[in-house]
């Protein structure tokens, strides 16, 4: 008899009437919020203007949804181009399915494009949204909680994962892996944030430490996971998609700090000039604001003299009188 456990949602949707609410769909959309915000509040603080991450994020996102999307579906093609599958499913993003992979590199994409059209570099914009990048896939992790996936090997641990009987997967007690995923996804924003104060981190380097640190943990996790997958030479595709990716991240981060060190000055030219705006306008608005003291001044002193004048002016008229 298991003790304890972690229970496993009875489903994965809400119907509000005609409107059912997906657990999966709700978790990746917090997720973007909270990157959004996040980096934008981390883009400010390094120069840029307000607006500008979730300006970026209209062409990241659905980049990044279809990145995820087509990673998984060429991966897992046998969940649904083999006989008896439907690829309609394929399409049906809901059910499950997203690969951070694609994700990341497709999302790239898209935000490269919406960088260009702001004239901003890309590197300094990705650096700002890597923790919160982090903090979305921790949040978007529970949505596998929802849908009862991507679970790891048996066991009995007080922590274990409660899984119900259904369709490709057997009634037990598992690994966690999405709660050990969203635990060190976590970590990862934690350790952006903490290296990018102490460090400086700059053209694209604190991005690129988010990769490495999540292909870390992903790597182990990954290793943990008992749902069908490719396999070459006898380890996970993903977990050496995540080997892979660690080497280019840390390689770039070797290059980069030799080549281009230090941070970027400058982030978003227009926010420096309209910063620049501003305080003209405010020198402007002291010096007439001076001006007008001065003037204040010069026309109390007319007056001063006018009264100093009139009691000489009196003295005379009144002298001439007399005599």
Known sequence: MDLAYIPSPSTGVIDLGPIPLRGYAFCIIIGVFVAVWFGNKRWIARGGRAGTVADIAV??????????????????????????ENWVDAFKIWQGGLGIWGAIALGAVGAWIGCRRRGIPLPAWADALAPGIAFAQAIGRWGNWFNQELYGKPTDLPWALKISEGPNRVAGTYHPTFLYESLWCVGVALLVIWADRRFK??????????VAAYCTGRAWIEYMRVDEAHHILGLRLNVWTAVIVFVLAVTYIVISAKVRPGREEVVEPGAVEAAEGVEDADEGAEAAEGAKDADSGSASDADGDDEARAPGRNGTAEAAKNG
């Open 59 to 84: 062409w990241a996102v659905p980049f990044g949804l279809v990145g995820g999307r087509l990673y998984h579906v060429i991966t897992d093609y046998q969940l649904y181009f083999s006989d008896g």
């Open 201 to 210: 981190l700059g053209h694209g380097r604190a991005f690129a430490l988010y």
